[in-house]
């Protein structure tokens, strides 16, 4: 990435100010010795500014910078010296999001320990798996999943809140100093298709990353953030890491509530706000407060943007929606600004500054403007493989998302959605969410799903899954009518079929297979 765009993007964010000379020193110094590790990110933020809040938990917990990379340090210590903890070993980490998820964190790569973000939403079976395949040595979790984890290994030994603080409390003195190997972080694909894989995630190896995503997304250093979206997720993660190279203040809940999220933010006058879709959907589902929170930035990843919420979203709140398209493998893709939004509310976008992206065919020809192909993308932080061994296809140096899409003659990107999603009915290939968004405009309808189930004449037929809002009514055949009026025949859903809330996971993606259930 050229220095000139470096150095402009971070004066415009402020990350290149004037301070102490003895504190930029240190600052500097700490991330030349640990490196853009997160544990670099939280000693180069509490070098620069040691007496700044990092954290402010809901229960009114806030730590200090210096005093949330103490905390780390001992329980790293505590790691070490009385569970026998090594570089190189892998740790569970179940939690929500809170000031312990980010100490466990942190504490692991100030060893070279790689630590494996558990999705909250594993079943009992899931868990056990993950935690075989992933070889886990140690697991960290919550209380609240005390009983999820009573099926694991006798020999694995597990660390409940009593047990981490005890770590913390207990730790002998000592000295840590930059592990010969980078902890890695393993952050489970989102098994909305099938079992989650563990992704390897690379250390970044300077400013590229961070300059890519806020040349982009207007963030600023000390501001003040509230990470709805969870941490063990990608996006969720990526918001930490953002938010730590800015010094900024992270508010955090552990749940999500959508009454709650927006006093937050009045509360403690929040700059900014990392969500999933599906969250601003509830958030304009309850009264605003008054006054509402002034924030500049609301930024959005993880699941497809639903038709019409973007616009709703910013006719509410002010043009502060910025909606980023990536995954696990690739980090991002593009970025969508509020002006992008406003023109066309489902794009993705364009990709950010230093990203390739490319629509190619099933040859690995590119494909010419309006027409669908397979999403390829590089950039410096595509991911290092799964743990199991297997990767995704490369074409000279991009790697397959995945997922379909298109480009306007703008330039804008357009997903369609899963390769495997797509649906082939009578010959005819229907991609699920143009149909989801048309649905999604019905005033009665809430949410929608659309999936592919088996037909013996067709191969595959459409069924729709609404939830409706409280009171409301709507009858199925004119749910079709209404599809036949604006897309073509093959896309009108058969099936029409009513349920009280979709499955999602703790991302706010639509869970397939659920749906399938239906059909036994």
Not at 240 to 254: D, Y
Not at 370 to 385: D, P, S, T
Request: glycine fraction near 10%; proline fraction near 8%.
């Amino acid at each position: 990435m050229d220095l000139p765009f470096v150095v402009t993007t971070l004066t415009r964010r402020g990350l290149l100010t004037p301070g102490r000379p003895v504190r930029i020193a240190s600052q500097l110094n700490a991330l030349r010795t640990w490196g853009w590790s997160l544990a670099g990110e939280l000693r180069q933020a509490a070098a620069r500014d040691p007496g700044r809040p990092a954290i402010i938990d809901e229960n009114g917990v806030e730590l200090t910078y210096q005093a949330l990379l103490d905390r780390a340090e001992r329980m790293a210590r505590s790691m070490r010296s009385g569970l026998g903890v090594q570089p190189g070993d892998r740790i569970g980490v179940l939690c929500r999001n809170h000031h312990g998820l980010i100490e466990t964190i942190v504490a692991a790569t100030l060893l070279g320990v790689d630590a494996v973000l558990v999705n909250t939403g594993l079943s009992a079976a899931q868990l056990a798996t993950v935690a075989e395949e992933q070889r886990l040595r140690l697991l960290v979790h919550d209380d609240e999943f005390a009983e999820r984890v009573l099926g694991l290994p006798a020999e694995l030994p597990r660390l409940d809140e009593r047990a981490r603080e005890d770590l913390v409390a207990g730790a002998l003195p000592g000295e840590l100093h930059p592990p010969e190997r980078d902890g890695r972080i393993i952050v489970l694909t989102s098994g909305s298709t099938g079992a989650p894989k563990g992704a390897r995630r690379p250390t970044p190896s300077g400013f590229g990353p961070l300059v890519s995503i806020i040349d982009r997304i207007p963030l600023h250093t000390k501001d003040r953030v509230l990470i709805a979206a969870p941490i063990f997720h990608t996006w969720g993660f990526a918001a930490l890491q953002v938010c730590f190279a800015l010094r900024a203040t992270i508010v955090l809940h552990r749940r999500f509530d959508p009454a709650a999220t927006l006093a937050a933010l009045v509360t403690h006058r929040c700059d900014a706000l990392f969500a999933v879709p599906v969250m601003l959907q509830r958030l304009l589902e309850v009264p605003p407060p008054d006054p509402r929170p002034t924030l500049k930035v609301v930024a959005v990843s993880g699941s497809a943007l639903p038709g019409g919420l973007a616009p709703k979203f910013m006719d509410a709140y002010g043009d502060v929606l910025y909606n980023m398209y990536g995954s696990t493998e690739v980090s991002w893709a593009s970025i969508a600004n509020p002006a992008d939004l406003r023109q066309a509310p489902t794009t993705a976008g364009r990709p950010p500054h230093g990203t390739r992206l490319e629509l190619l065919d099933n040859a690995g020809q590119p494909v010419p403007p309006g027409q669908v192909g397979r999403i390829f993308v590089g950039n410096e932080m595509l991911f290092e493989g799964y743990t199991s061994g297997a990767t995704r296809e490369t074409r000279d140096g991009l790697l397959d998302t995945g997922d379909l899409g298109r480009l306007n003659p703008d330039g804008l990107l357009f997903v369609d959605g899963r390769a495997d999603d797509m649906i082939v009915s009578g010959g005819e290939n229907v991609f699920p969410s143009e149909v989801e968004d048309l649905l999604a405009q019905l005033p009665q309808v809430r949410e929608a799903a659309v999936i592919g189930v088996p037909d013996p004449e067709y191969g595959q037929r459409l069924a729709a899954f609404l939830a409706l809002h409280p009171g409301e009514t709507l009858d199925p055949e004119a749910v079709r009518e209404y599809v036949r009026h604006y897309l073509a025949r093959f896309s009108v859903p058969r099936d029409v079929v009513y349920v009280k809330y979709l499955p999602r996971n703790a991302t706010g993606k639509v869970l397939a297979r659920e749906l399938r259930r239906y059909y036994g």
